[in-house]
């Protein structure tokens, strides 16, 4: 069985040494690029399974490059930086990302939450790319959201593991701790912050009263529900 692939994007040396020997010593495949420009057109060879990306690249904005990755890519996307503010973390998560490390790391720290992302319900290929409910179709082989009148709305990987999780388990209450179950990730406020931001996003594209939304509802203090009447295809 071929070991998943994890490439690394960072200008500094140590760093993607460090990375590189840790994960290839926990099974992974790697390949590593100090500039995006290098990393983007090998993507044109070979889609990796997971991204490390720094946000300090030396020939384009980070961020724009995490952007770009979860519209367009099937790899999930973990930001490491050394911008250790919450807006930072914020902005990323927002902007796609799907797990967000602080510099210093500790190694083994990345290739657990590397392996939480490998476990989550995106990776996973058994069930069919095209669920409908509600006027809306979603488009999981495509990342795109098609309403009534057939516009698309494109979503990132990380908003479309929400999504798939609602729609596995539609007018059933799915908590927090459940939440982080399915997806992986370090419980805590950062997790919280990191769905919150996806259901927004997620609530937005669907055109939902944020005030009284139709679809996803919040049940304070226990979790969610998603109303939808779901027809996998």
């Known amino acids: 069985m071929t070991q998943p692939l994890v490439t690394i994007v960072d200008d500094e040396p140590e760093i993607r040494r460090i990375l590189t020997d840790t994960l290839e010593d926990a099974g992974f495949r790697t390949q590593s690029f100090s500039r995006a420009r290098e990393f983007e057109a090998s993507l044109k060879r070979v889609t990796p399974d997971v991204c490390l990306v720094d946000l300090s690249l030396p020939d384009t904005d980070g961020l724009a490059l995490v952007h770009r990755l979860a519209l367009e890519q099937g790899a999930a996307v973990i930001i490491i930086s050394g911008r250790a503010q919450v807006q930072d973390r914020v902005t990323g998560l927002e ?85 982080q179950e399915a997806l992986g990730g370090a419980a805590g406020d950062s997790f919280d912050r990191a769905m919150d931001v996806r259901i927004s996003r997620l609530r937005t594209k669907l055109q939902e009263d944020p005030k009284n939304p139709r679809l996803i509802k919040t049940i304070y203090g226990a979790g969610y529900i998603f109303l939808g009447d779901v027809d996998w295809r």
Not at 153 to 169: I, K, N, Q, Y
């Open 95 to 179: 902007l796609g990302a799907d797990d967000y490390i602080t510099k210093p790391f500790d190694p083994a720290e990345v290739v657990a939450r590397i392996r939480a992302r490998l476990r989550s319900p995106r990776t996973q290929t058994t069930q069919s790319d095209i669920a409908r409910f509600n006027g809306w179709t979603a488009h999981f082989d495509r990342y795109v959201l098609e309403d009534g009148k057939g516009a698309e709305t494109p979503f990132s990987h990380a908003e479309g593991e929400v999504l798939r999780l609602f729609l596995d388990s539609p007018k059933r209450l799915i908590s927090r701790a459940q939440m």
